[in-house]
């Protein structure tokens, strides 16, 4: 198998040769050769019988005016048919039907004609972005009916009734006007959803961003292979900064579904060097085009670390790995007599109003000025950590929170490798980018990374490292009050921190044996959930499991809502012992079926939630009054079961990895819920990260692991058992 990650950015010389054969300035010079033989004579006699120009003096003119016409002409022309060609491509990528329907004819014409358009690679980073289709806006109807059968398996039959009876006065009421009004701004808005949604889900949520908003990555190489912290971290620095390289000079290829359909990459630029500024009622995302630095965090002392420097003829380069390492290495020596850690950081993670209000205090110091500008306009930062986690769960525990002097949560990546151990973790910023963009960096870092014998970083033969500056260390600034702000949040912080439940967890079989028993297996997982929380809880719960909305312009998610009446009907029937084998498995079936119908409906743009959040906030915006529908039980259910599946393919070529390590995940939505991340490992294994709080008295992360696991096993036996029989009925035809 190809090892996944980024394509491969370099053009090869027969897509170089055609892309220079169709290019304009090469248009404009066959069309001015051609001009020149056929129009030449013409312009001659044109010129003689109006002007009275003759002989050498005519053929010359002649000459160099059908020149300018036909490299006019040739430039125009092409500059027409490229326009033209975005055109069809912009109006083949409206066609959404090859979602549900892969293997029609149309579809299969309708992707020979959208490949040959789109052409060979590599692409420019945002080259298809103006061509996107717009989210599409449901109709009010589609919208309030799937509504209603996201929200009938949760509430009684006398809450079901209620809700039914809002829904029919909003639509007869309010409904049709902000529906106007959403799509009125469709028109105008190259999103109509984008703004409301990064406003709405991040900038303007006041509650602590630690653990409720950032969510973590993590990976171990192999300790037979490396036991060395900072061969790992050179290798993470340079390659990290790279891929910002090319994010800034449009040279990262772009994601495509198949090799041919562009999905949306505006949220690319929000990953590196970018940060997360707090304000009193809403935040902002501030961006550092062509930063130079990161920041390494030791023991609470910040560096900055510049990534470039000039070469023996003056031009600017990045810094190689030999190079970092003893850039790196100074910091350790300069931080390995600190004891009096500075915590400054956790600020941080305080309800961003305090934040707010602590970060102008901080400003009123130029010193503290410096040293701020310095973190929030870095590439990323990285930390070089003095503690060893004992096992995969505090690692992930480290990745999600920090120890309080580690995690500026600001920043869109912080990067920690730890002490005497290749275990390495990430921590993101939500607000600008998800969880896809990360992911594949991820993966393309740890793609790259190769250990020599001794488990050290491999120098090339020959490789001239250049004399350089150390590190800058930054300062800091603060009075007596300064400090005790700082020692209020850091207890804050620790007690956030022991409060979260989390615990990683490793199913006993995969993707390959869901596929062979012929289901979706991000369907069978999410119906196992609902089996765990159902034995768990005795209920269900409104559930969110996201959908891409990346087919359009600036589109991040919708919810797919996996749980429906087809679900609980299944629950029950699993519960049942009466219940026969078939009933069991054809329920099973149509759960997943109904699953797997909404997911593509929402990744249509076909979802309900975004569409009722635009309703809430058209209604904002034109003043009125709360539409019923938006006070009522139903639409304000808490999500206690918020679960996303990062799509990786690190199991399949990451030899050198512990693929139980490489996992990730985020804090609950609410604090009665669970969060829950489940990626697949080379298709024999789903390594899950659950978290909950401890102080939440009806949920337990280990409990809730134990009955997925249960589920599992059951649904296992159940599908296995079914075969088993068919195999002995189809046994005396063979």
């Known amino acids: 198998m190809a090892k996944p990650g980024i394509k491969d950015p370099t053009v090869l010389r027969s897509t170089r040769a055609l892309r220079t054969l169709f290019s304009r300035p090469v248009s404009g010079l066959v069309g001015s050769a051609v001009a020149a033989r056929l129009v030449t004579p013409q312009l001659e006699k044109l010129l003689s019988s109006a002007a009275g120009v003759r002989g050498p003096a005519g053929q010359a003119a002649s000459l160099i005016g059908a020149s300018v016409i036909g490299y006019g002409v040739g430039m125009g022309s092409m500059a027409a048919l490229q326009k033209l060609r975005r055109q069809l491509i912009a109006h083949l990528l409206t066609y959404k039907q090859w979602i549900f329907e892969q293997t029609s004819t149309k579809t299969k014409l309708w992707a020979v004609l959208l490949k040959l358009l789109v052409g060979p690679g590599p692409h420019g980073l945002y080259e298809f972005e103006d061509v996107l289709p717009r989210l599409p806006l449901p109709t009010l109807e ?23 009876e809002l829904v029919k006065s909003f639509k007869a009421n309010q409904g049709p006007v902000l529906q106007k009004y959403l799509s009125d701004r469709r028109r105008k808005l190259k999103s109509w959803l984008a703004d409301w949604w990064l406003t709405t889900a991040y900038l303007a949520r006041r509650e602590s961003i630690a653990v409720n908003v950032n969510f973590y990555m993590m990976a171990t190489v192999k300790p037979e292979i ?79 670390l510049d990534m470039y420097a000039e070469d023996e003829s003056g031009k600017s380069r990045i810094l190689s ?29 305080d309800n961003r109003q305090e934040w707010a209000k602590n970060r102008r205090l901080l400003l009123k110091s130029s010193v503290n000025a410096e040293t701020i500008r310095e973190i929030e306009s870095a590439i990323f930062i990285a930390v070089l950590g003095n503690n060893t986690p004992r096992d995969e769960n505090e690692q992930a525990l480290l990745g999600l929170t920090g120890e309080g002097a580690s995690r500026w949560f600001d920043k869109g990546l912080t990067i ?27 993966e393309h870092c740890l793609q790259m990374e190769e250990f020599g014998p001794d488990g050290d970083i491999i120098v090339k033969h020959g490789e001239k490292i250049r004399s350089l500056d150390p590190p800058k260390r930054l300062q800091w ?74 087919l359009f312009a600036l589109g991040r998610t919708d919810n797919i809502n996996p749980v429906s009446v087809h679900s609980v009907t299944w629950l029950k029937t699993m519960e049942d012992p009466k219940a026969s084998d078939d009933v ?49 039980k139903a639409y304000n259910l808490p999500m206690r079961l918020s679960t996303s599946q990062v799509p990786t393919n690190v199991g399949y070529y990451s030899d050198h990895l512990i693929l139980e390590s490489c996992v990730g995940g985020f804090g609950p939505f609410c604090h009665e819920g669970y969060g829950m991340l489940y990626c697949n490992m080379a298709g024999d294994m789903f390594n899950f990260n659950i978290t909950s709080w401890k102080s939440c008295p009806s949920t337990d992360s280990r409990r809730l692991a134990d009955a997925i696991d249960a589920a599992l096993e059951d649904l296992k036996q159940l599908l296995e058992k079914r075969n088993s029989s068919d195999g002995q009925q189809k046994q005396p035809k063979l």
């Open 584 to 632: 069991k498995i054809s329920q099973l079936h149509d759960a997943i079926a109904y699953q797997s119908r909404v997911r593509l409906e929402a990744t249509a743009g076909y979802g309900s939630d975004r569409h009722l959040l635009g309703l809430v906030c058209s209604a904002r915006e034109l003043g009125m009054d709360m539409p019923p529908i938006f006070n009522d």
């Open 477 to 550: 600034q603060f009075d007596n009050e300064m400090k005790s702000i700082i020692d209020r949040s850091l207890q804050q912080y620790n007690e956030m921190k022991a409060d979260v439940d989390l615990v990683i967890y490793h199913t006993k079989y995969g993707k390959r044996w869901m596929k062979k028993q012929n289901v979706s297996p991000d369907g069978f997982l999410q119906m196992a959930v609902q089996l765990a929380y159902w034995r768990m809880h005795g209920e269900l719960t409104k559930t969110y499991e996201p959908a891409s909305h990346r």
């Open 321 to 349: 790995k030999a190079e970092i390492k003893p850039q790196l290495l100074w910091i350790l020596d300069q931080t390995k007599d600190v004891s009096d850690v500075s915590a400054v950081a956790s600020l941080t993670a």
């Open 416 to 442: 920690e490798f730890f002490d005497k151990t290749t275990m390495a973790v990430g921590n993101m910023e939500h607000s600008g980018a998800d969880a896809t963009h990360f992911n594949i960096m991820w």
């Open 226 to 304: 490396s036991r060395n912290p900072i061969a790992r971290a050179c290798q993470s620095l340079h390659v990290i900064t790279r891929y910002y390289e090319m994010i800034q000079d449009r040279s990262l290829p772009p994601d495509m579904i198949m090799d041919m359909i562009p999905v949306c990459m505006e949220s690319v630029r929000f990953m590196l060097g970018s940060c997360r500024i707090p304000g009193d009622h809403v935040d902002t995302l501030s961006l550092t085009p062509n930063s130079r630095h990161v920041v390494v965090i030791c023991k609470g002392v910040y560096f900055r």
């Open 142 to 164: 589609q919208t309030c009916s799937k509504y209603l059968d996201t929200v009938r398996p949760l509430l009684t039959v006398e809450e079901y009734a209620t809700t039914e």
